[in-house]
C-alpha cells in the first residue's frame, strides 16, 4: 500500500504545483479550468499529452469521427483558445460556395466528407431524385466546378440533355440526329442502362410493332436514316424476300406487293392465307403451288390430271358421264365448282 500512497501523493503535490503555477504566471489557456496534469505531464510541458480525463464534449463541441484525430492546434489557432470555430465552415472551406447552406451535416459527418448514403438521401428531397446509374455517379461529373457566382448545384437543369448531349450526337443506332429524335431521352431510355432502350413506344407511330418485328433491331428497319418518313409498306423492307421467293414464285404480274394481302407478322412468313379465288385450298393431296401449277410463273395455267389420274378417274365416268375426256379442262367444266 505504501508504494501506492506515494504516487498518490506525488500526483497530488504535482496538481497543486500546478495550479499554483498557474495563479502565479496567469493560465495561458484562458478560461479553460481543467488540471494542468490533464494535459501535461512532470517531464516536460511538452509535448502535451490529452489524456482521457479531458472531455471536449462539456466545452460545447464533440470530439468524434476525424475530429477526434486531428490536432489541437488544427482548430485552436491561440493557446488560449480565443475564437475557437463553432461551426464546419469555421475550419473548412465551403466549396459549395454558399449554395447549399452552412448545415455541412445535411450532407457530411465528422467521419469523412464523402459519405455517398447521406449525400443520396438529401439528394432525393430535390427536383432530381437520384435513381438507377444516377445513384452511383460522382458528384462532380453533373456538378461541374464553377467559379464564385456561377451555380453549380442550385437551378441546374433536370432535363437528361444537358448531360447527355454528346450521347445523343452521337448515336448511330439508331442515328439521333439524321433521324430527328426527340431531346425527352426518357421516351426511350432508363436511367439504369443507355443500351437497352426499350421504351419508346412503337405503337403510337403510324406502324405498331407486332409479331417477328417486335424482336429486329432498329438499325435493321432504319439502317438507311429514314425514321418519320419511313414508308410503311411490307415491300420496302422486305423486296429481296418477295423477289427470290419460289414456292410459289411471286415475281410474277398475279402476286401483289401487298404483303400482308396473305402473310402476317408471324416470325418466316409463317401463316399465309392466300385466297384463291374460287377454288378452295389445299385441295385434296396438292400441298404446294407447283403441284397444280406446273408451268410457273403463270398460275393461270393449272393441270387436275397429275394427281388425278386416268385409272382414277375412268372408272367412275367412263359410260356414266356424257363426253368425258380425261385432260384438265374437260375436269374444270364439271368440277370447277
Not at 214 to 234: E, I, P, R
Request: net charge neutral; with cysteine.
Amino acid at each position: 500500500m505504501r508504494p501506492t500512497r506515494l504516487l498518490l501523493g506525488v500526483a497530488l503535490a504535482l496538481t497543486a504545483r500546478a495550479t499554483a503555477a498557474q495563479q502565479a504566471t496567469g493560465n495561458p489557456h484562458g478560461k479553460l479550468q481543467e488540471a494542468c496534469a490533464v494535459c501535461h505531464s512532470a517531464q516536460g510541458w511538452t509535448p502535451a499529452h490529452i489524456t482521457s480525463q479531458f472531455d471536449h464534449a462539456k466545452h460545447g463541441f464533440v470530439l468524434a469521427g476525424a475530429h477526434a484525430q486531428a490536432a489541437c492546434r488544427s482548430c485552436h489557432a491561440s493557446l488560449d483558445f480565443h475564437g475557437a470555430p463553432s461551426d464546419c465552415a469555421s475550419c473548412h472551406k465551403d466549396v459549395h460556395h454558399g449554395e447549399l447552406g452552412s448545415d455541412c451535416a445535411r450532407c457530411h459527418t465528422p467521419r469523412t466528407f464523402l459519405d455517398r448514403s447521406l449525400m443520396v438521401r438529401a439528394h432525393q428531397l430535390t427536383r432530381f431524385p437520384l435513381s438507377g446509374s444516377h445513384v452511383t455517379v460522382d458528384c462532380e461529373t453533373c456538378h461541374t466546378p464553377m467559379p464564385q457566382g456561377r451555380l453549380t448545384f442550385v437551378n441546374l437543369p433536370t432535363q437528361c440533355i444537358e448531360c447527355h448531349l454528346a450521347q445523343f450526337q452521337t448515336a448511330k443506332n439508331p442515328d439521333h440526329v439524321a433521324g430527328g429524335f426527340s431531346h425527352d431521352c426518357s421516351q426511350c431510355h432508363a436511367a439504369t442502362l443507355w443500351a437497352s432502350a426499350g421504351r419508346f413506344n412503337h405503337s403510337a407511330t403510324r406502324f405498331p410493332l407486332t409479331g417477328a418485328h417486335l424482336t429486329v433491331t432498329c438499325q435493321q428497319c432504319h439502317g438507311d436514316g429514314l425514321y418519320a418518313t419511313k414508308s410503311t409498306a411490307c415491300v420496302a423492307c422486305h423486296q429481296q424476300a418477295y423477289a427470290t421467293t419460289t414456292n410459289p414464285i411471286h415475281a410474277t404480274p398475279w402476286f401483289s406487293t401487298a404483303c400482308e394481302t396473305c402473310h402476317t407478322t408471324a416470325p418466316g412468313w409463317r401463316g399465309a392465307t392466300f385466297a384463291h379465288t374460287w377454288f378452295q385450298v389445299p385441295h385434296h393431296s396438292a400441298q404446294q403451288c407447283v403441284d397444280c401449277h406446273t408451268t410457273q410463273p403463270n398460275y393461270v395455267n393449272f393441270v387436275c390430271t397429275s394427281c388425278h389420274t386416268q385409272a382414277q378417274t375412268d372408272p367412275i365416268h367412263v359410260g356414266r358421264v356424257s363426253g368425258y375426256v380425261w385432260n384438265s379442262t374437260n375436269c374444270y367444266q364439271c368440277h370447277g365448282r
